[in-house]
């Protein structure tokens, strides 16, 4: 198709309407926190709504400050997010393993003593991460984290506002720390051929897919020859097969 100029005769009739300041869109996204938790899509906790809303509300401030395509972001993002959580927050109610997988993950890529200290001082850290909190670190890595270049500065602006009733011990570090955890889980209940590496391209490209073909959530995966996408649509479609599926952990989802 093809884009016309506007006739000069309705410039008259243009009208920019401008977007919702932080204030007014923190007011939203609140009531769209409520209607979560009315619904029972998320737990009746003292103090949810306005700690969420806040993280959503700077995350949504941060994207808009980005210089690339991230910088569009409207509130359908944060009901993504909401719906994203809520999904993973069933997970840890209902009789599926993914939750479980990952409090009991161990990791033995580890050789030197001082990675091992680290390590330890982590798995400390992610004991005080509750199911609730969890669930939304994993939202936010699906919605935002994901698309992200600067990951580190975006990780280091959202963790100050983890606040009671969603503690997060570990600060910036450990939301990296269970987003990876949830990928290895995905990656390790998948049956991979001995020569193929889990690098961090392809754990990413299971992760999303999973999520988003679960929840019928669009996704595009752009990225150079060589990053994983085929073999990761492979990999996934041979995990997904219903009651069918070989491993446990995918007997729940969808086909």
């Given at each position: ?9 309705m ?9 919702l ?15 979560y ?9 003292q103090?949810?709504?306005?700690t ?19 910088s569009?972001v ?25 939750f ?5 993950d ?5 050789t ?14 992610d004991?005080?991460?509750?199911d ?6 994993l939202a ?9 270049k600067n ?20 600060g ?15 990656l390790?209940n ?21 999520v ?10 752009v ?16 995990a ?16």
């Amino acid at each position: 198709y093809r884009v016309q100029s506007l006739p000069q005769s309705m410039l008259p009739l243009v009208w920019d309407f401008g977007q919702l300041n932080t204030t007014v869109e923190e007011m939203y996204i609140r009531q769209m926190v409520l209607r979560y938790i009315n619904n029972e899509q998320l737990p009746e906790v003292q103090g949810l709504d306005t700690t969420v809303s806040k993280i959503l509300t700077v995350s949504q401030d941060f994207m808009r400050a980005q210089q690339d395509e991230c910088s569009f972001v409207s509130l359908r993002d944060v009901e993504r997010v909401l719906k994203v959580m809520s999904w993973f927050y069933s997970q840890s109610q209902e009789d599926n393993d993914l939750f479980s997988l990952m409090r009991g993950d161990s990791d033995d890529s580890t050789t030197e003593s001082e990675e091992e200290e680290e390590e330890e001082t982590m798995e400390m850290e992610d004991q005080y991460v509750d199911d609730l909190t969890r669930s939304l670190l994993l939202a936010l890595g699906v919605c935002y984290h994901a698309c992200l270049k600067n990951r580190d500065e975006y990780r280091e602006s959202v963790a100050p506002y983890f606040t009671p009733p969603l503690r997060l011990p570990g600060g910036a570090h450990q939301i990296a720390r269970e987003i990876d955890r949830c990928q290895e889980v995905f990656l390790d209940n998948v049956d991979l051929a001995p020569n193929i590496a889990k690098n961090q391209a392809l754990k990413e490209n299971v992760f999303m897919m999973i999520v988003c073909i679960e929840l019928r959530i669009p996704m595009f995966l752009v990225g150079k020859p060589g990053s994983s996408k085929s073999l990761a649509k492979t990999i996934v479609a041979d995990a997904m097969q219903g009651n069918a599926a070989h491993k446990a952990l995918f007997k729940n989802y969808k086909q």
